[in-house]
């Protein structure tokens, strides 16, 4: 007998039993579906998290932190010998200090925190503009919208306008560190440009702009090597002279272990669902196979070997496994996308941006497939095992 007609012929036997057949299938649906469902819900959570934390360009990336200030300062000498490493492409020093700024009308100061770097940090630190541009070589600077709210301006009004900023310059960023912190007061800057950050209030301001009032050591540095496959290389070379690091990969590594975990615990739901109806699909076969002894003995009888026998009960089970996954891992996709579309819908109604908390990549869609059909493999193994070994004699005196 051919394998087509055995296919047939299996399906035909599901056919004749639709209530049965269409429950145990279903059963297959919402055990597969909630699997694809809660699992994609874990990988979509796990690439919102690590888009938050990186892009594909800070892979490329190693900080230098402030916290090597303690034992070794970084000036523009550490800076050339890190140059001097192999695949480095740039170095791009910072200085953080914290100072004030205020409107020419006003007299009373708002309070912020200073960054000062020249354009290559802006880049590496994937900073943009919301309104207008970055800091450039001139005295113009970039404030953020919390500085925005506590001058009382909008964007609009507040590019053009000229501020006075006020610096305190802590004494590790200068030549002489026995003279204490020196306080600048009263430099004339331009606003140029605004940023959407509004967690503190932030200043960014062109890195001469500090170095021009006595700032000669930085607070950390950001270097970009040509590859991600040198970072580690980097970093040991840091190691050797003394230096620490920091490396959006290990968080990244870190949000990847915490969402695996995630992702086996909802798994593990679904899973219970598709156990129970494995077994459900297990019993129903058993109950075809007690119904049908009579007509598998007659299959006997007629010469049907029993390797076809096994195939037929084999591919009524398949089937069963097969319609199962593909429906639920199908049902699963479109549910999460679903959500996906109601949240972005949601979200930009607000002016944020996209929204994706599910996500199936392929390779798991392909795991799913293939597991609805081992699932569908060994519900119908033993029902088949147990008709193939049946006496054709004994089977048709069977009541």
């Known amino acids: 007998m051919r394998n087509l007609t055995i296919v047939k012929i299996a ?25 694809v469902f809660l699992v994609s819900l874990g990988y979509g959570l796990e690439q919102l998290v690590t888009n938050q934390v990186a892009n594909f360009n800070a892979f490329t990336v190693v900080d230098v932190p402030s916290a090597n200030l303690t034992t070794m300062k970084l000036d523009d000498t550490v800076k ?41 940090y802006w880049q590496m630190a994937d900073l943009a503009a919301q309104s207008g541009q970055l800091p ?14 506590l ?48 967690s503190q209030p932030v200043v960014l301001v062109p890195l001469k ?8 050591k930085y607070s950390s540095f950001k270097i970009k090597v040509d590859d991600k496959n040198s970072v580690t290389g980097l970093r040991t070379q840091l190691q050797d002279i003394g230096l620490s690091s920091e490396y959006v990969g290990d968080t990244v590594s870190q949000i990847s272990q915490f969402f695996s975990f995630f992702r086996a615990i909802l798994g593990a739901f679904g899973l219970i669902a598709l156990v129970v109806a494995a077994l459900g699909a297990f019993n129903v076969l058993t109950i075809s196979l007690l119904e049908r002894i009579r007509e598998v003995g007659l299959f006997k009888a007629l010469g049907m070997k029993n390797k076809e026998i096994y195939k037929l009960f084999m591919a009524e089970s398949l089937l069963i496994g097969i319609t199962g996954g593909v429906l639920g891992l199908v049902i699963g996709e479109l549910l999460g996308l679903t959500i996906n579309d109601i949240l972005t819908y949601l979200a930009q109604r607000s002016g944020a941006d996209t929204v994706t908390v599910f996500l199936t990549p392929a390779y798991f869609a392909v795991a799913v497939a293939i597991f609805s059909v081992a699932v569908g493999f060994l519900t119908g193994w033993y029902p088949a095992r147990r008709a193939v070994k049946l006496n054709p004699l004994d089977a048709l005196r069977y009541e």
Do not use: M
């Open 80 to 120: 050339s010998k890190i140059l001097n490493f192999g695949h480095v492409k740039k170095v791009a020093p910072v200085i953080n200090l914290a100072g004030r700024i205020k409107k020419s009308s006003s007299a009373s100061a708002t309070e912020t925190v200073i960054t000062g770097a020249e354009s290559d």
């Open 136 to 149: 450039g070589d001139d005295n113009g600077i970039t404030v953020n919208q919390a500085v925005l709210t």
């Open 11 to 35: 399906a035909k036997n599901l056919f004749s039993h639709r209530l049965r057949s269409t429950l145990t299938i279903a059963g297959v649906i919402i055990g597969i579906g909630a699997i």
């Open 151 to 198: 001058l009382g301006e909008n964007a609009q009004s507040l590019i053009g306008q000229t501020l006075s900023l006020d610096l305190i310059i802590p004494k590790e960023l200068l030549a002489d560190e026995n003279s204490g912190n020196k306080a600048v007061a009263g430099v004339a800057v331009k606003v140029v440009g605004v940023t959407k950050d509004s």
């Open 209 to 216: 702009l500090l170095t021009e009032h006595g700032a000669v």
